[in-house]
T-cell receptor
């Protein structure tokens, strides 16, 4: 099946810094990708829809200025957590769809200290 | 709005016993339905999906699920669980254009009793 790769798989950063997470579709083109957030022992919550060549669409309650999304090409979407705080520590997962199915990345564990 | 409900937060079954995880959905049209499994600290693995056709779908690892429109349910079953099945299980519905946007249920944690 299709492969979606996230990088990095884990990152530790200091409070106040920004962190960029990459999501790549390795063997297919994805005009739309999705970013999810998962707190410990909780479900995945959709944060935003990343649209190639246009602005991302954010779900209600997600701060677009805090979670910057850029979908510069058909195979790459990035999520930047700006001015990170400890409460942003979470597991972030992206997904991309080939013509038949949505595929998920392996996730990025972000810890803000 | 689309939503998925998994009423059981945590289930424990004995190894070799049968398993059924419940899932109810809310969706205006014919839903695209999925079951995913997540091991601790890991990403998601698709177990099975329903788009149309036969309402009993077979998945990987011996899992199956049955779509029941009248009950708005898509319960996951396995006749005999193995210790390696211990994980978090998420039911999900596909929404939006081509069902690309996946809406997840709250998950059910499965523990296996030796």
């Amino acid at each position: 099946g299709a492969v979606v790769s996230q990088h990095p798989s884990w990152v530790i950063c200091k409070s106040g810094t920004s962190v960029k997470i990459e999501c790549r579709s390795l063997d297919f083109q994805a005009t739309t990708m999705f970013w999810y957030r998962q707190f410990p022992k909780q479900s995945l919550m959709l944060m935003a829809t990343s649209n190639e060549g246009s602005k991302a669409t954010y779900e209600q309650g997600v701060e677009k200025d805090k979670f910057l999304i850029n979908h510069a090409s058909l195979t790459l979407s990035t999520l930047t957590v700006t001015s990170a705080h400890p409460e942003d520590s979470s597991f972030y997962i992206c997904s991309a769809r080939d013509p038949s199915l949505a595929f998920f990345g392996q996730g990025t564990r972000l810890t803000v200290v | 709005a689309q939503s998925v409900t998994q009423p059981d937060i945590h289930i424990t079954v004995s190894e070799g016993a049968s398993l059924e995880l419940r899932c109810n959905y809310s969706y205006g049209a014919t839903p695209y339905l999925f079951w995913y499994v997540q091991s601790p600290g890991q990403g998601l693995q698709l177990l099975l999906k329903y788009f149309s056709g036969d309402t009993l779908v077979q998945g990987i690892k011996g899992f199956e699920a049955e779509f029941k429109r009248s009950q708005s349910s898509f319960n996951l079953r396995k006749p005999s669980v193995h210790w390696s099945d211990a994980a978090e299980y998420f039911c999900a519905v596909g929404a939006g254009s081509s069902a690309s946007k996946i809406i997840f249920g709250s998950g059910t944690r499965l523990s296996i009793r030796p």
